[in-house]
Structures are given as structure tokens and as C-alpha cells.
């Protein structure tokens, strides 16, 4: 072969090398364009929520293919720990799904990203401000608001009228309840009511409409008075020693009885009724509404029904140190106001949407019988906990101390006593 042949040859191949090195450059580089979201969450973890939030899931995506979703599921009871976790060890995800009281308490962390900045003008303007500000911490809104979840007093109309109770008249006060409650006890197999009694800090969010109802709160950004709960830590011992509720039980550990008409009693959010339908097909919309009422919480002596917001709302958060914030904000924008998210997610689940205009793109919202009580009755007797860098820990001990007036019989004084003690100890360690 001629020395011309050979290096025209030798171009040619080159050549052909340069051109596969060059697509399939190009092939990494679309591949790489691709971006991955990982999104911790409890959503994916749940029967009645995982099918309904792949749905939302595989919609986004569809509209951003380059965007892709990797769900991290984990249990509600543990994401405050191991989103800590995760965060201390320098894996935190780009976003997850939290609870206001683990929201702000990431935030006091120093982990997340503040989103007033990120969130689109449209949908900012669209919040329902109670929700927005819920995740305020000095002065900077670090949480989405993705659902609004409220609490409201259900009652189970077909139970009242076996215990002889009129179903259409609810308890209206707490004497009533309590009375309620009794006549409730004497039917085989039911159990009066739903309540959060769990050693963790949301039975202390939970618990907290009842203390404002019944008493007063226990703490507050400046103020501590656990020790005069006394009224409270009556009702309390009462409810668990005349077995009107289950002890030491976390909140959706009472949502199978209630699909099996074995619960009088709930104070829950919304998601109630989704919930509940979730175990048993046969529960449909007009089975529920025939079985199910919703009200205000029972009012306190002073006339007033409260129900603290941040113990069943939903919320989702941007991590501080991802690397695609801004496509994070549109994926937790869409799971919440998107009308395929209302669709397919918040409103089958009975969520409130946390937005303006989604009660307005589908006014089958305010036509649902228990959607009008909560929009009209329930929402404005909303009370906020002071969520802030020292509520987890406080509502932990709070929580965690209240087993000893469930199992015991201590003096209550005694025992609100210590956990005030308890509570001044942690306020003076984080100064």
C-alpha cells in the first residue's frame, strides 16, 4: 500500500473514531441533561395515598421529561428523624414531604432552603395565607404548602343512634361529649374516640385543640404553663381510665376501626374520609356521607371550639443544599395546585386544596357536605403552636412525660410539675 493510500486511510479512520466519539457524546450529554429529584416522602409508603400520588407523579414528569422524580418513601412516624439524619450526614434529598413541626424544625437547623424567593408569583398570590405562613421562621417561609388538613370533630351518625343519641345533633360541648362518650361506651366493640396519646411530638400538636379547648395551651414562645393544667390532665386521665379511648395508640391507628363502624368518635383531618374509604370499596361517597358527619371540636366553658394547624396539613420543603432548587419549586408547586394533583390526589383523598383558585376551578370542593363545614365552620377556629426551633423538642417531652398521667396514678399535679421542670430545661439548654 502506497504512503498516500495509508494516510488517507488512517484519516478516514480517524475520522469515524472522532464521529462515534462525537455521538456518543452526544447521547451522554441528552442523558445527562436529565434531571433527578429525590423526594422523601410518606406518601408513596401508604395504601390509600401511593397509587393516587404515583398518578401525580408520572403526570409532572410527562409534562417535564426532563425532570424525573425518585420517591424515597418513608413512614410519617420516622421522617423528622430521618430527614436529621440525612441532613447531619451530608445526604439530605433535594425536597420531602413534612408536617409543620419537622418543617420548621429543618429550618432552625439551618438545612433548608427559604422559598420566597422561589416560589412562582401566580401561585404565591394563590396561597391561602394560614397555610403560607404556618412555615415562617424568622421571618422567611421555608415550607410549600401541599394540603390543607385541619382538624374536624367527625361523628359517626349510625353509632349515636345505636347508643340512643340523636345523629343529627353532635356533641356541641365538652360536658356533651363527655356524655356522649358514655352512652357510646355501653355498645359492644366500639370505642368512643380517636386519640393521639403516641410518646411523640405530633400527639402533642394533636392534643393541643384540647388543651385550648378544655384549658390552655402549655407553652408558648415565651412562656411555659404546663403546670397548671389541671382541668386538662383530668379530662385526660378520665378519658383513658373509663376506657373511652385506647391508650398509647397514634391517630391512624383508629382510621381501620372507623371504616369498620368499631369508632364513635374522630378528630382528624379531611384526609378522614379518604382514608377511611381506602380500606373497604364499599364505603363510597354516599356511604360515607350517610354514615359520617363533621363539626367543630366540642366547645371549652368559654364557648369556644380551637383546631391547631400543622399537625395534619401537609407541607413540602426544599433542601438547602440542592442543586436544582428551581426545578424542585415547580415539581412541589404542581403536587399542589395542578389541576391533575386536585384530580387524581387532594381532592379523592378529602384534602382542603391550599389554594384560592382551586376551589373556584372545581367548585364540586364547596358542594361536598363535609368540605362546607370545614372551608365555613372549621377553618376559622384555626389556632397555629408555636412552631419554632425548640417546639420538637418541647412537644417530644411533653408527649413523651403526659404516659406517666395515662398509666399511672401519680398525682397529676406531680406530674405536670416535673414536665414543667422538664420543659424549663430545655427552653434554658437551646438559649
Known amino acids: 500500500m502506497s504512503k498516500v493510500k495509508s494516510v488517507c486511510l488512517l484519516t478516514l479512520l480517524v475520522g469515524l473514531v472522532l464521529m462515534l466519539v462525537a455521538c456518543s457524546a452526544g447521547e451522554t450529554s441528552s442523558e445527562s441533561n436529565q434531571i433527578e429529584l429525590e423526594f422523601v416522602n410518606w406518601a408513596t409508603a401508604e395504601k390509600a395515598t401511593e397509587e393516587k400520588i404515583n398518578k401525580v407523579i408520572d403526570a409532572f414528569e410527562s409534562e417535564n421529561p426532563n425532570i424525573k422524580i425518585k420517591p424515597v418513601t418513608v413512614p410519617f412516624s420516622e421522617i423528622q428523624n430521618q430527614l436529621t439524619v440525612m441532613s447531619n450526614g451530608g445526604n439530605a434529598p433535594d425536597i420531602a414531604q413534612v408536617d409543620a413541626s419537622t418543617g420548621v424544625s429543618l429550618a432552625a437547623m439551618g438545612v433548608l432552603q427559604p422559598v420566597d424567593d422561589l416560589l412562582s408569583q401566580d401561585y404565591e398570590s394563590d396561597l391561602i395565607s394560614s397555610y403560607y405562613d404556618t412555615g415562617l421562621y424568622e421571618d422567611k417561609h421555608y415550607l410549600v404548602p401541599w394540603t390543607g388538613g385541619i382538624n374536624g370533630f367527625w361523628y359517626n351518625k349510625k353509632i349515636m343512634k345505636e347508643a340512643g343519641l ?137 364557648g369556644k371550639s380551637y383546631s391547631a394547624i400543622g399537625g395534619s396539613d401537609h407541607f413540602t420543603a426544599v433542601f438547602e443544599d440542592s442543586e436544582h432548587k428551581k426545578e424542585a419549586v415547580k415539581f412541589l408547586e404542581f403536587l399542589a395546585n395542578s389541576d391533575v394533583a386536585l384530580e387524581e390526589y387532594v381532592m379523592p383523598m378529602g384534602n382542603l386544596p391550599v389554594t384560592s383558585s382551586a376551589a373556584e376551578r372545581f367548585p364540586e370542593l364547596k358542594e361536598s357536605p363535609h368540605m362546607k363545614v370545614f372551608l365555613n365552620d372549621i377553618l376559622p377556629t384555626a389556632i397555629v403552636p408555636p412552631f419554632g426551633a425548640d417546639y420538637a423538642d418541647m412537644a417530644t417531652t411533653f408527649a413523651t412525660q403526659m404516659q406517666e398521667l395515662i398509666t399511672t396514678k401519680t398525682s397529676i399535679q406531680e406530674i405536670l410539675d416535673q414536665i414543667q421542670k422538664d420543659l424549663d430545661t430545655v427552653t434554658a439548654d437551646n438559649e
Open 166 to 302: 340523636d345523629p343529627n345533633k353532635p356533641p356541641k360541648t365538652m360536658v356533651e361529649l363527655d356524655s356522649a362518650m358514655e352512652a357510646v361506651k355501653k355498645l359492644p366493640d366500639v370505642i368512643p374516640l380517636q386519640f393521639d396519646t403516641s410518646p411523640r411530638a405530633f400527639a402533642a400538636t394533636f392534643q393541643w385543640s384540647f388543651m385550648a379547648t378544655i384549658d390552655k395551651i402549655p407553652f408558648d414562645n415565651e412562656n411555659v404553663q404546663v403546670d397548671e393544667l389541671t382541668k386538662y390532665g383530668e379530662w385526660l386521665r378520665k378519658l383513658v381510665e373509663k376506657e373511652y379511648t385506647l391508650p398509647g395508640k397514634k391517630l391512624g391507628e383508629f382510621r381501620p376501626l372507623a371504616a369498620q363502624n368499631r369508632l364513635a368518635f374522630a378528630f382528624d383531618a379531611p384526609l378522614f374520609k379518604g382514608t377511611v374509604q381506602s380500606f373497604d370499596d364499599a364505603i363510597t361517597d354516599e356511604v360515607f356521607n350517610e354514615t359520617w358527619g363533621v363539626t367543630t371540636l366540642p366547645a371549652g366553658e368559654d
